[in-house]
Every structure is written in structure tokens, then in C-alpha cells.
């Protein structure tokens, strides 16, 4: 196995190991392995040819092919993740600020196991950069070091949508005003300690830019981290809108999908598949716009959508326009969505099908109800496909508040359907590429 050990959040220089053994503890500088490139302590290029395997990691250093090159604490300078190797997040790997990670399309990263402080998890701290621009035909897949996804794969053959929490997840952060509670502008993104400041996130800059973020597929994760606490499949932090998010997909992951806390990155084109909480989670005041989103719930899966609004005074309004659902009805608590805490914002253009006559969409709490009443929350062309047993759309409508003409005013905004006969919702051909596509899941 080669293994490229980053400083571990301390050290600011990158050190490049061709030939060790598998254990990070004990690195062993191979001065004289003729591998035809500069290792380690070496002050030139070799002349090349074999390299011995390091003992104990399957083989594929110098001479063979590459296997697997391993990522571990802080990239503290500009770094290129190519696709002729599986790369392998050991631990939180951190890229800086002021850095730039690049990932290039059809690239393979597979998370280490661990839970609580060994899960592992690739983060972008303020300021830092991620360039993972994938394509349809060649997308950037993380997952698992359990899976036997090889290069030039989309898939392997040993893991589904039902294997998860089996590494950490994806957490950007960024600069972009987000609604904490006493109005501090700074926060710590859940999952990582408090005196890890590569987990604030937070700022005054709405125009901030994390980098690009497309066509990649987040599989197998959630790795616990505390009791309850999972990390999403993909966490957006304080994230501005300079940052492209577009072609995301999560499969299988403990906990939620993608969660927005704060910021207002716009995002599109995001596939959630078979997760184990909710798919779409927005928290503190995001105000960005999500467009063409498909969520397909597992027979674990929470909400479909859990909306939060802002936790300070700082407000602000998201916009979901263009989404599909699709139930379970097997799921204990997969309900369509749950509207909570003062939520704000615009959901238009939904189609909902496959729940269970006990699933519905819900107004959870006064702040949201008020909001509902001011405007300030607005549901705009809903079809859904009801239930068995269901006879009017305004029984999937629940104002747990009884303050509101929610119900009274489904007749505005929601109608029942057959499938196949919507006219709103996403466009599901351009989730051709992923995983769940391949899994028949649409």
C-alpha cells in the first residue's frame, strides 16, 4: 500500500511515502526502492523499476499496479487526488485554508473505519478549496474501504444501499451568514470537537466559494461519532454561493442525506437513496435554492424533508423547486416531511408517491404554523399519489398547531394523481449516472 501521511493538524509540509507497511505508526523511508519517482528522504527520481510490495497490503507498489495511496490529517498544500489509484482517508483529513484539493473525474476515496474520533471523514475548512469535478460517464465515488470497487468501476459487487455507516461523510464549511443561536456568527459544525477550529464555520460573506462539488456519488456512510450523532452523507456549512454543488448523490448513509446549515450555496440535481434519517435537512436560516431533487426513501429511512429555520435573528428563506419523493411504506418513521423550529421558505413543484396511509407532511411547531399563516412558508404545485386507504390529499396535511387553514387551502396548492400522470417534480433523466439508477431504485 502507498500512503501519503498528512500532518496530523500540525505539521504544514506533505510527506510522500512510496513503500511502507500498512501500519501509519511505524513509516519506513525507502531511499534506495528504484520506483521511477521521488520518494520520501530520496533527493532525486529514481531510474526506475520494481519496487518491492510493502508486506501485509496486497502488493501494487512500484513495479505493479497501484492499489491504494493512503490520506491522513491535515493537506496544507495544493494536492491532486488522480484515478490510477484508490485513495483511503485514514481518520479526518483536513484541507487547509488557503488550499486547494483537486479530485480528479472517475476518482475512487474510501473511507477507513472508526466511529467517535476515528471515524473518518474528508473535511474543506473555511477557506479551503475542493475542485472534484466528476463526469456522468466517469463520476468521483467515495465509499467504503469494505467495498470491492476497483478503478475504472461505478460499482462494486459485495455492498447495496442497505450497508451503512461504514465510514464518516463529506463536511465543507465555509464563510456564508448562517443563524446561530445568540447571534454568534461563528459555530462548530457538529461531529467535530470544540477546539478543532477546522470545524467552524460561518461569516459575513454570502459571495464565499468552497470550490465544485459535481457529479459525485457519496455511498456506505454516517459513521457514529457520538451517542445519536452520525455525520451526514454530505454536510454543507455556512457554504456561499460561489461554491457549484450540482449532481450529488447519497446512498446509505446513517444519517441525513445532505444537511444546509446556514449559508446559501444553490444546489442541484441531488439524488438521496435508501439514507437512515431524513433526506433533505435545512437548518439555520439556509437561503439558498435547491432545484431538481430526488429523494427515495429506504425501509429505515425518517423525513423525506426535515426543515428547520433560523436559530438567531439573522433570517433567512430556502427555496426547494423541482423534487420527487418516493416511500416507503414499510418505514417506521418515514414520513414525507416535517416542518419545524420557525421554518421558512418556498417547496414548489413536488411529486410525492409511494408512503403509507399513516405518512404525512407536517406542520410541527407554532413558529412554523405562524410562518405558514405570514407567508413566510409556501407550498406551490404538489401531485401526490395517495395512499391506500387515502381519499382526499388533504389527509396527508397535518397542522399538529390546529392554527392554521393548511388543510382548507391543499385544495390551492396539492392535487391527487395516478402515477405517471405528474407534470411537476424532478427531471429523473439526469440521474441516469448513479448508483440508485443502477439499483432499479426509479
Given at each position: 500500500?502507498?500512503?501519503?501521511?498528512?500532518?496530523?493538524?500540525?505539521?504544514?509540509?506533505?510527506?510522500?511515502?512510496?513503500?511502507?507497511?500498512?501500519?501509519?505508526?511505524?513509516?519506513?523511508?525507502?531511499?534506495?526502492?528504484?520506483?521511477g519517482i521521488q520518494n520520501g528522504l530520496e533527493t532525486g527520481v529514481d531510474c526506475g523499476g520494481p519496487c518491492a510490495a510493502c508486506p501485509g497490503d496486497g502488493g501494487g507498489n512500484g513495479g505493479g499496479a497501484v492499489v491504494d495511496e493512503d490520506l491522513a490529517g491535515l493537506i496544507a498544500q495544493d494536492l491532486t487526488l488522480t484515478n490510477d489509484v484508490i485513495w483511503e482517508l485514514n481518520g479526518k483529513v483536513v484541507v487547509g485554508n488557503g488550499v486547494t484539493l483537486t479530485i480528479e473525474p472517475g476518482t475512487i476515496i474510501k473511507g477507513g473505519e472508526g466511529t467517535g474520533s476515528l471515524a473518518s471523514a474528508l473535511i474543506v475548512a473555511r477557506g479551503g478549496m475542493i475542485d472534484a469535478r466528476g463526469t456522468a460517464e466517469q463520476p468521483i465515488i467515495f465509499t467504503s474501504v469494505n467495498d470491492n470497487i476497483q478503478i475504472g468501476q461505478l460499482a462494486g459487487t459485495n455492498l447495496d444501499e442497505n450497508d451503512r455507516g461504514l465510514w464518516g461523510g463529506v463536511i465543507i464549511l465555509g464563510y456564508a451568514p448562517s443563524s446561530f443561536e445568540g447571534d454568534s456568527e461563528i459555530s462548530q459544525i457538529e461531529g467535530i470537537p470544540a477546539d478543532d477550529d477546522f470545524g467552524r464555520y460561518g461569516g459575513s460573506d454570502p459571495e464565499d466559494n468552497s470550490g465544485f462539488l459535481e457529479y459525485v456519488s457519496i455511498r456506505h456512510g454516517?459513521?457514529?461519532?457520538?451517542?445519536?450523532?452520525?455525520?451526514?452523507?454530505?454536510?454543507?456549512?455556512?457554504?456561499?454561493?460561489?461554491?457549484?454543488?450540482?449532481?450529488?448523490?447519497?446512498?446509505?448513509n446513517v444519517d441525513d442525506?445532505?444537511?444546509?446549515?446556514?449559508?446559501?450555496?444553490?444546489?442541484?440535481?441531488?439524488?438521496?437513496?435508501?439514507?437512515?434519517?431524513?433526506?433533505?435537512?435545512?437548518?439555520?436560516?439556509?437561503?439558498?435554492?435547491?432545484?431538481?431533487?430526488?429523494?427515495?426513501?429506504?425501509?429505515?429511512s425518517d423525513h423525506a424533508l426535515e426543515i428547520d429555520g433560523p436559530e438567531g435573528t439573522l433570517q433567512g428563506a430556502f427555496i426547494i423547486d423541482g423534487l420527487t419523493i418516493i416511500g416507503d411504506p414499510t418505514a417506521?418513521?418515514?414520513?414525507?416531511?416535517?416542518?419545524?423550529?420557525?421554518?421558512?421558505?418556498?417547496?414548489?413543484?413536488?411529486?410525492?408517491?409511494?408512503?403509507?396511509?399513516?405518512?404525512?407532511?407536517?406542520?410541527?411547531?407554532?413558529?412554523?404554523?405562524?410562518?405558514?399563516?405570514s407567508g413566510s412558508l409556501v407550498f406551490d404545485a404538489w401531485e401526490i399519489v395517495l395512499p391506500e386507504g387515502v381519499s382526499n390529499v388533504a389527509?396527508?396535511?397535518?397542522?399538529?398547531?390546529t392554527s392554521t387553514t393548511l388543510k382548507a387551502d391543499t385544495a390551492n396548492f396539492a392535487t391527487a394523481i395516478n402515477d405517471g400522470e405528474e407534470t411537476v417534480g424532478a427531471d429523473l433523466s439526469v440521474f441516469d449516472w448513479t448508483f440508485a439508477k443502477m439499483r432499479g431504485a426509479f
Open positions: 500500500m502507498k500512503k501519503l501521511i498528512l500532518t496530523a493538524f500540525a505539521l504544514s509540509a506533505l510527506v510522500f511515502t512510496s513503500c511502507n507497511s500498512d501500519d501509519d505508526t511505524s513509516i519506513e523511508q525507502l531511499a534506495t526502492c528504484t520506483d454516517g459513521a457514529l461519532i457520538g451517542s445519536g450523532n452520525e455525520i451526514n452523507g454530505l454536510t454543507l456549512g455556512g457554504v456561499g454561493r460561489g461554491t457549484t454543488i450540482n449532481h450529488i448523490e447519497i446512498v446509505g442525506g445532505v444537511e444546509w446549515f446556514g449559508g446559501n450555496v444553490n444546489s442541484s440535481n441531488i439524488v438521496v437513496f435508501a439514507g437512515g434519517d431524513d433526506g433533505l435537512d435545512i437548518d439555520q436560516a439556509y437561503s439558498g435554492t435547491i432545484t431538481n431533487a430526488l429523494v427515495i426513501q429506504g425501509n429505515i417506521p418513521d418515514g414520513e414525507i416531511a416535517d416542518f419545524r423550529d420557525g421554518a421558512m421558505g418556498t417547496i414548489k413543484n413536488v411529486f410525492i408517491k409511494g408512503f403509507g396511509p399513516a405518512q404525512d407532511v407536517e406542520l410541527d411547531d407554532a413558529g412554523s404554523a405562524g410562518n405558514y399563516n389527509d396527508i396535511f397535518n397542522d399538529t398547531t
